[in-house]
């Protein structure tokens, strides 16, 4: 194990010692959830309806927004929860046994350090990091404070996915050489909004928090905030996240040791910073072989490869694979592209953090945050060759880019006190 498992502080230890361990099954997971207008409202069903797991607590920037969760969870039949809207008092409940983060991305790696600190495991959408300075914070906190951490990455609970890729990784391809990930989502246009007063009820303040503060339009407010460099990560980090961290997983490997992506704003002249059209190439060397890797990214009108607009093919010597979003995987062999062991069931990757919280065993988790942040790292690597124009070399010893600052600097970002992502490593 690294040295810094071994170095827990007094509050995480404390925290250890708390009855909320759960050795029991029956004993109940109090779960606290932040940011709940989107994918926060699927947490809040997908965890309330666990055994023996109670969503005790909602929190939110925009009131407005809470009161109509807390009319969710109880049209569920359950216990009205706590409400909060700065998730530094949620955390301060210490009947809270951990923590389902769905805020914006710029704030993933902070509450999760947060809530590390505070003695809650923690259950964070993808990406769990907004650049590559946060990717090794989040994993060295999970380790500091031996908290049980899982990156949102649903697919890894896949039974489907996972029979498919343990076939692949038997030899069902042969030698597997090469990986392509898609998000053919078609998204129209975001316009322009002007600037204007901030809602009754939201506080924007804290809603941007480490980001720059920046006056308020709809467009860098709810979901359109992923299109801005601030906040988001573009489409790469938003759906393409999923399809990355399948190509690693198929590929069998970590970090690549070249990096070059091109694209651009296409069709559309509107608020968006990001791509719509992205492509991205990754080279690595694994078992002294070269591996490759491609993610594209197209959000207008397109055709679909091998079935899938969402998905990811692999490619081997003895036939390839397509899986289509989540749950579908097929196989076609030999030269003639016959039909080969096809796969489809899905998986509950809320229940898979709740298990692991009980066994206390972070290897039950089937995205723990050590795999996140790597997938996370390859995300952040392609937006930086994208935004640079140009390649980029990767050393994972030095987690660089050898003699290029100017990539190196953008690994992190300058904080807005006092949203500062504390360094742990």
């Not at 009319?71 to 009947?95: M, N």
């Not at 991205?280 to 899938?308: C, D, I, P, Q």
């Amino acid at each position: 194990m690294n040295r810094r498992h071994f170095l827990m502080s007094t509050t995480a230890a404390a925290a250890a010692s708390r009855p909320s361990m759960l050795h029991s099954a029956n004993d109940t997971i109090r779960v606290g959830v932040v940011g709940i207008r989107s994918r926060g409202g699927d947490h809040i069903k997908g965890f309330a309806n666990l055994p023996n797991v109670e969503v005790a607590a909602l929190c939110d920037i925009d009131q407005n927004v809470l009161e109509s969760r807390v009319k969710d969870v109880e049209k569920l039949g359950k216990r009205r929860p706590a409400t909060y809207v700065d998730v530094r008092k949620l955390l301060e409940d210490k009947s809270i046994d951990a923590v389902t983060i769905a805020a914006p991305n710029h704030w993933h790696t902070l509450m999760t350090i947060w809530a590390c600190q505070a003695g809650k495991d923690v259950y964070v959408e993808k990406p769990c990091s907004h650049n590559i300075f946060e990717s090794r914070q989040i994993v060295a906190a999970a380790g500091k404070y031996q908290r049980i951490v899982q990156q949102g990455s649903q697919s890894r609970s896949s039974t489907a996915l996972r029979e498919a890729m343990q076939q692949m990784h038997g030899g069902l391809l042969g030698e597997v050489y090469m990986a392509r990930g898609l998000c053919f989502k078609p998204r129209n246009t975001i316009g322009k909004t002007p600037v204007e007063p901030v809602p009754p009820g939201v506080d924007y303040d804290l809603w941007t928090g480490p980001a720059p503060l920046r006056p308020f339009t709809r467009n860098r407010f709810h979901y359109n905030w992923h299109w801005f460099w601030d906040t988001g990560n573009g489409d790469f980090g938003n759906q393409g996240i999923h399809e990355v961290d399948k190509c690693r997983w198929g590929l069998g490997v970590t970090y690549p040791t070249r990096v070059s992506a091109t694209g651009g704003k296409v069709m559309f002249d509107d608020d968006q910073e990001t791509p719509n059209v992205l492509m991205v190439n990754y080279e690595f060397e694994a078992g002294g072989k070269k591996k490759l890797m491609v993610f594209e990214v197209r959000h207008w009108h397109t055709n679909s490869e091998g079935g899938s607009k969402v998905g990811n093919l692999f490619y081997g010597e003895k036939g390839y694979m397509v899986i289509d979003w989540y749950e579908r995987a097929a196989t076609f062999m030999g030269p003639k592209e016959e039909p080969g062991p096809s796969w489809r069931a899905g998986g509950d990757h809320y229940a898979n953090f709740i298990q692991a919280m009980r066994s206390r065993k972070p290897s039950d988790l089937t995205c723990p945050i050590e795999e996140g942040a790597i997938s996370c790292t390859l995300m952040h690597l392609g937006n930086i060759s994208y935004r640079l124009g140009r390649s980029l070399r990767f050393d994972a010893r030095t987690m660089s880019c050898p003699g290029d600052e100017e990539a190196n600097r953008m690994f992190t970002r300058d904080y807005r006190r006092p949203f500062v992502v504390p360094q742990q490593v």
